[in-house]
């Protein structure tokens, strides 16, 4: 079946920009998290929503950052007045049923770079 | 706070030898353990867990890793490296309980497996 998919995966922005990047999750997932890959390092927890609802946002840097998921499906990250320092590659990965260990699922991502 | 290191930023092996790519953790209580590999301008996909049970875990692809308590490491392995495993590899950790489903990731190691 379908995977992760997630759009654009390249989008070259100017600083001060604004800019969203949209996930769409494996069908039937309920959980939906977003990363930050920087180059040469892991990818670093930005929200976590369950449902509709985001139930983690502990990782967005600032409020530049935000996401929604307004149907329980696709989700968008949306990122306000961008700097150089946001470049980065963001991804998006889906589980069903968390609580029960299940693995995340990763999309190929959208490498983001601000000019 | 939880944690994960990978020591090594590179692995060199030939190919047909055993591999290891090691990973330590630090986590309140019992810990949810992953593998993932990553491909150039792909997503990461998983390998392997540990969540609890047996301390060898066998995942994807003929690798394997094993989950040691007292010295806090969750190993990657694999008894016969092929040239097309080579990529980068990232292990993670998240709490188990609760509802932190976030996963933590250490900043990778580049294997390399030479013909």
């Known amino acids: 079946g379908a995977g992760v998919s997630q759009t654009p995966s390249n989008k070259v922005t100017e600083k001060g920009k604004y800019v969203e990047l949209r996930c769409d999750p494996i069908?039937?997932?309920?959980?939906l998290y977003w990363y930050r890959q920087s180059l040469g390092q892991g990818p670093e927890f930005l929200i976590y929503?369950?449902?509709?609802?985001?139930?983690?946002d502990s990782g967005l840097p600032n409020d530049r950052f935000f996401a929604v998921r307004p149907e329980g499906s696709v989700s968008t990250l949306k990122i306000q007045r961008t700097e150089r320092g946001d470049s980065a590659v963001y991804l998006c990965?889906?589980?069903?049923?968390?609580?029960?260990?299940?693995?995340?699922?990763f999309g190929p991502g959208t490498r983001l770079t601000v000019l | 706070a939880q944690s994960v290191a990978q020591p090594e930023d590179q692995v060199n092996v030939a190919e047909g030898n055993p591999l290891t790519v090691k990973c330590t953790y630090s986590?309140?209580?019992?810990?949810?353990l992953f593998w993932y590999v990553q491909y150039p301008n792909r997503g990461l996909q998983f390998l392997l867990k540990?969540?609890?049970?047996?301390?060898l875990v066998k995942g994807s692809y003929g690798f394997e890793a094993e989950f040691n308590k007292s010295q806090t490491s969750f190993h990657l392995k694999k008894p016969s490296a092929l040239v097309s495993d080579s990529a980068l590899y990232f292990c993670?950790?998240?709490?188990?309980?609760?509802?932190?489903?976030?996963?933590?990731f250490g900043k990778g190691t580049l294997l390399t497996v030479n013909p």
């Open positions: 993670a950790v998240r709490e188990p309980g609760g509802s932190n489903y976030k996963l933590t």
């Open positions: 986590v309140s209580g019992n810990p949810y």
């Open positions: 069908s039937g997932h309920t959980a």
């Open positions: 540990y969540i609890t049970g047996d301390n």
């Open positions: 990965a889906s589980s069903s049923d968390p609580s029960s260990y299940n693995e995340q699922f």
């Open positions: 929503f369950q449902g509709t609802g985001a139930a983690d």
